[in-house]
């Protein structure tokens, strides 16, 4: 071992996780590198949210799923994998595990009979209303720092990133 780290590697953590960002600090290449910032963000996000959405029996991908189902009901599973960013066959699974526990209901598309689109019971709401108000609150916490303007100039600069970068549909 070298300089005295312990065996820790650069920057002193042995968890894999980004080290914490210095509310001020710019130095270092992590600075420069916007990707390096959103994904350490996405990454402090979904540690914090995980037990928040685990106390009210969900996982993140499935408070996912159901956030977009309360908010765009009748949607194909395909549609939903697609909105949810993971592949049709972990959105068949995401959708069985919801179902199964009566948190989702699918009925056939009366447009394309092997379609079945999908949408919250009564239940679902239920556990998703219980869950929500405790994500805001991280919400919340993540944008303290943030004056009201700037916070939906954020919301906003995130937007337009994506747009830029999310792939056409045809």
Known sequence: MTGGGGGAPAGGRRSGRPAPASSNDDSGWQSAHTLYLVKQLEMIVRAQMEPIVRSCDLTVPRYTAMTILESTPDISSAELARRTFVSAQAANELVSGLHERGLVERRPNPDHGKIMLLRLT??????????????????????????????????????ASIRALQPEVN
Do not use: H, Y
Request: a positive charge.
């Open 122 to 159: 009564d239940s679902g709401r239920d556990t998703l209303a219980r869950c929500v108000p405790k994500v805001r609150e991280l919400e919340q916490r993540m944008l303290i720092e943030l004056s009201a303007g700037s916070a939906a100039e954020f919301r906003q600069n995130l937007r």
